[in-house]
């Protein structure tokens, strides 16, 4: 159960991330830290959310039932 | 590098693959599958990334900066959505034996052969040129390699992507059609898939790291001087030329795309060994995309920066930078990379299609055709597999012939969005059929047919005139000159770029018909079957596992069976008293025998009526699908019905419940005020009669002033006497109370009756004196004591004394009193000389308020509690009470007292 409402939470927070208003921060041709700033941004996101999948992935590894 | 060369780079490739593939299939015929692990099954999930991905994403970077990256946060947002959909999903396909979209669409829509054909046949049309594609990208990068200039002598032997096509049907048919079993699960293949994974993976992160720190001083140089380019820097922060709204369009067409691509089908759900690791595999998966995309812009920004502007194809940087930096061993690493990305994407989308046109198209039709008889052949698996065969030749022979006629055209080039586009169109009819129960197949067809048709509107006609075969007039006037209709602003919608534009308008067409006619029509008897099960997957899920597997009855469908109408508990606990009642073990019990099955069918005919429950373990016990979707249909009719009666009852039961709750204690206020009236009318009467007797003796004092000493202390010493006897009556009348309510303390010790009557004639000879009535007292001396309480016995004796006083003529009256001895205990009579009592009341006599004075005199005499006072108390020392009234004697009223010694009842 719990799950499945942190994988909805983390939908909309990746949803925020990649969505074109949060990129558009990013949209000029600046470099921070030697990369461009929107490439270091859309990665650094990128791999939030991938790292909180697998966070949720490990935490409900007990869990089975429905969502 | 010789093209000789780069044959034999690519044969021997080939070769490992199809190694590594036998021995994924050697291992899982050995029982050791090599593909049960969370990682391989993500790994197989990358053939996701196809030749479009590992050359294509280069040159899109370097026409429109970032933007390739939405096509890869699309499926890491869609792996968060794994838990939701694709989890339920698996559920389904694997408890209704699915092997490809198609039949999953079919089989929602209650098994229509129509909507599955019309799903297979979309995805060939839209699939193949996606195939073609991946065989001219090999070819390119051949092309790439070795610019043998006219290299390719004779029309098809010097064909690459001939050869490269001919080998992936070989693989195919080896490996994609090994055996014909219900779950169409190939693990050799699914291992080739995953090592193919690693390998364009290992490849792209070589050519990277190789441009990056090679060719450049890390990727910080190739930033520092894009950004001095003024021709480059613009691509640094740039997000594609689509605007917001086409970054969304890629963000949601590669999330449909990653869901629902019949490839992925087939890798996700089909090939999917084990539920769990797919929570593993919605972060790995994501993971490898974020790893195989990292060198892209770098890349790119270097084959912007190294290459003449313009000399090479954005789409072929991964290989030419190699190249023009001399390192062929680096360009052939590359190629080997997109040969492993194109290979897999051909192997896998193939065999998903094949299965699609066997199942879906081919099957179906045949099953039908009366003349082959097939539906009466017992074995098919031959012809099933020879079916499958021809399929994967017949794809891959399209997917050449495309390359082959239409290899440079622009409808090519750009198929692989437009693949997605279309596969979109299967979102609202898949997700819609696995959430919502009302859709129908009408509503499927309607927008799955509105969705393609205006698909190919604005995207395959637009590209048919981009690559000239249509008048490119139909794009910039519309068809006829009709501008409302030009296929990249219908209507004048101003919807930015032609992707967003089709996107959104075929979702208006597929949505708008699925819904409308959804809500249209009804869902026939299968159809609403089929619903139940696919939107109900999880809560489900026991006996949809019970069913299909097994071709007898297993226990554990019969408990799942009952359980649905019964409740899993009392299913499981009937089963196991039965099973226990029997001498068996319950929880070794597999296949139910016939004792079980009938033991069942009694306890669904409980719930469901007789005839419900044979039909629906009849379907149980034959574990197959024939008629089951009727049985279901009429059970779950029954089970609404039952469990709509079943509310009632409980809402009219609480009624119930409630109503007689409110009676019970309207009842018990009822007997309260009464218990109230009583005591009052109770208090009000006992008290009067010592009140009465002090006052007689009061007023003869005082009206005869000349009585002698002696009897003026006899008669101030009663007033004294009844005195204390109202005091301690006022005691008694509280305690009566408490015996009322059980809570009186009974002062029982053996009594000398004799004195207590004594007692009483001296306390009542004042009203006697008084009403002139003679009071003769006969008590015989010497009885044996009586266990009593003293007090409530003289409260007997002058209830009675003055009860007869009260009912004797005035002046004649003659009251006789005799306490005598007998054989069952002492006898008190009372005996007067008055009118008597009617025979009809003596019954009634010792009962509360029933006064008979009116008879008597004319009026209420008495409260009418005296009498029931001393029945009260005679009852509780356990003796007995009566009134006799024979005519023209008077009544005589008799209490008889066990002896001290002979009490054995127990006071109530």
Redesign the interface.
Same mark, same amino acid.
């Given at each position: 159960m719990r799950? +499945?409402e942190r994988?909805?939470g983390?939908?909309l927070l990746?949803?925020f991330l @990649?969505?074109?208003?949060a990129? #558009?921060f @990013?949209?000029?041709?600046?470099?921070v830290l +030697?990369?461009?700033?929107?490439?270091l941004y859309? @990665?650094c996101a990128? #791999?939030v959310?991938?790292?909180l999948?697998?966070l949720?992935?490990r935490g #409900?590894?007990d869990e089975?039932g429905?969502? | 590098m010789s093209r000789w060369a780069i044959a034999a780079v690519a044969l021997g490739y080939l070769c490992l693959l199809f190694a590594v593939a036998r021995w994924g299939d050697r291992r899982a015929d050995a029982g050791r599958s090599v593909i049960s692990s969370p990682a391989i099954y993500a790994l197989s999930m990358a053939v996701y990334c196809t030749a479009w991905t590992f050359y294509g994403s280069v040159g899109r970077a370097a026409a429109g900066?970032?933007d390739f990256?939405?096509i890869y946060?699309g499926p890491?947002?869609a792996?968060? *959505?794994w838990?939701?959909v694709t989890?339920?999903m698996l559920r389904i396909s694997k408890a209704n034996r699915i092997t490809s979209i198609a039949d999953f669409v079919a089989a929602r829509y209650g098994k229509s052969p129509l909507l599955g054909g019309l799903v297979a046949v979309v995805a060939l049309v839209v699939i193949t040129p996606y195939i073609a594609l991946q065989l001219k990208a090999v070819s390119a990068s051949v092309d790439a390699l070795a610019p043998a200039g006219s290299a390719r002598d004779g029309w098809i032997l010097g064909d690459t992507a001939f050869y490269v096509a001919a080998l992936m049907a070989a693989f195919a048919i080896l490996y994609g059609t090994r055996h014909i079993d219900a779950t169409e699960r190939h693990e050799g293949m699914v291992a080739a898939i995953a090592f193919e994974s690693i390998v364009k993976l290992v490849a792209f992160l070589a050519v990277g790291l190789y441009v990056a720190f090679a060719m450049f001083d890390g990727?910080?140089e190739i930033? &520092?001087r894009a &950004?001095a380019d003024p021709a480059i820097?613009?691509? *640094?922060? %740039?997000?594609g030329a689509g605007?917001?709204?086409g970054?969304?369009t890629l963000?949601l067409l590669s999330m449909a795309a990653i869901l629902f691509l019949p490839r992925q089908f087939q890798v996700a759900i089909v090939e999917n060994v084990d539920e769990?690791h797919l &929570?593993?595999a %919605?972060?790995m998966f994501?993971?490898y995309l *974020?790893l195989i995309n990292?060198f892209v *812009?770098p890349i790119a920004l270097a084959g912007l920066l190294v290459l003449p502007a313009g000399s090479v194809d954005g789409d072929l940087f991964v290989l030419a930078l190699p190249l023009s930096a001399g390192a062929t061993h680096v360009a052939l690493v590359a190629f080997v990379g997109g040969l492993a990305a194109a290979t897999g994407m051909v192997i896998v989308e193939t065999i998903a299609l094949a299965t699609m046109l066997c199942n879906d198209l081919v099957m179906p039709i045949l099953l039908r055709s009366r003349r082959l008889g097939l539906a009466a052949r017992a074995d098919l698996t031959g012809l099933l597999a020879g079916i499958r065969r021809g399929s994967i030749v017949l794809v891959l022979t399209l997917g050449y012939l495309y390359f082959e006629l239409i290899g440079g055209s622009y409808a090519l080039v750009s198929i692989g969005l437009l693949s997605f586009a279309a596969v979109a169109q299967f979102a609202p009819t898949i997700i819609g059929g696995m959430y919502w129960r009302g859709a129908t197949r009408l509503g499927a067809l309607g927008g799955l047919a509105g969705g393609f048709a205006v698909w190919a509107y604005t995207l395959l006609l637009p590209a048919f005139a981009r690559s000239g075969w249509i008048d490119a007039a139909f794009i910039s006037e519309g068809p006829l000159g009709i501008a409302a209709l030009r296929p990249y602003a219908l209507f004048g919608a101003p919807l930015g770029d032609p992707l967003t534009h089709a996107l959104f308008w075929t979702m208006v067409a597929n949505v708008g018909l699925f819904v409308g006619l959804s809500l249209a029509t009804r869902p026939g008897a299968t159809e609403r079957v089929q619903a139940t099960r696919f939107v109900e997957a999880? %809560?489900h899920e026991e006996a949809e596992r019970a069913h299909g597997w097994g071709v007898k009855a297993r226990v554990a469908d019969l408990v799942a069976l009952a359980g649905r109408f019964v409740g899993p508990e009392r299913a499981r606990q009937a089963f196991d008293g039965h099973a226990r009642a029997r001498g068996l073990d319950p929880a070794r019990l597999e296949r139910a025998d016939a004792g079980i099955v009938r033991f069942a069918e009694r306890l669904l005919a409980g719930a469901i009526g007789a005839a419900s429950a044979r039909v629906m373990l009849a379907t149980a016990v034959k574990g197959e699908d024939v008629g089951l979707d009727e049985v279901m249909a009429v059970l779950d009719e029954a089970t609404a019905v039952i469990e709509y009666s079943r509310q009632l009852e409980q809402k009219s039961s609480a009624l119930e419940a409630a109503s007689a709750e409110l009676r019970a204690a309207n009842l018990r206020l009822q007997e309260l005020d009464r218990l109230k009236d009583e005591f009052l009318t109770t208090v009000t009467h006992e008290l009067r009669t010592p009140l009465t007797s002090i006052r007689s003796f009061s007023e003869i004092l005082r009206d005869n002033p000349g009585l002698q000493a002696g009897e003026r202390g006899a008669f101030l010493d009663i007033v004294i006497a009844e005195s204390e006897r109202l005091t301690r009556l006022i005691n008694q009348v509280l305690d009566l109370a408490k015996i009322e309510a059980g809570r009186y303390e009974w002062q029982i010790a053996p009594t000398d009756a004799g004195e207590a009557v004594s007692a009483a004639i001296a306390a009542t000879s004042g009203i006697f004196a008084e009403r002139g009535v003679a009071l003769e007292a006969g008590i015989e001396p010497g009885l044996p004591p009586v266990l009593a309480d003293r007090d409530q016995l003289v409260q007997v004796a002058v209830n009675l004394l003055s009860n007869a006083v009260k009912f004797s003529p005035a002046g004649t009256g003659r009251v006789a009193v005799s306490l005598r001895g007998g054989a069952g205990g002492i006898r008190l009579v009372v005996q007067d000389n008055g009118p008597g009592i009617a025979a009809e009341h003596l019954p009634l006599l010792f009962d509360k308020f029933s006064q008979f004075g009116d008879q008597r005199s004319g009026k209420p005499a008495g409260s009418g509690l005296g009498l029931a006072i001393c029945r009260r108390i005679v009852e509780h020392l356990g003796g007995d009470i009566f009134a006799e009234s024979p005519p023209g004697e008077g009544a005589r009223f008799s209490v008889v007292l066990p002896y001290a010694g002979e009490v054995t009842r127990t006071p109530p």
């Open positions: 799950r +499945g994988l909805a983390l939908l990746a949803a @990649f969505s074109p208003v990129i #558009g @990013f949209q000029k041709p600046a470099l +030697g990369a461009p700033a929107l490439l859309v @990665f990128w #791999g959310v991938v790292a999948l697998a949720a992935a #409900g590894r089975d429905p969502p | 900066g970032i990256v939405a946060l890491t947002l792996g968060v *959505l838990w939701h989890r339920k990727p910080g930033f &520092a &950004a820097a613009p691509l *640094l922060g %740039s997000a605007g917001p709204a970054w969304v963000v769990r &929570a593993h %919605s972060w994501p993971l *974020l990292l *812009l999880f %809560s």
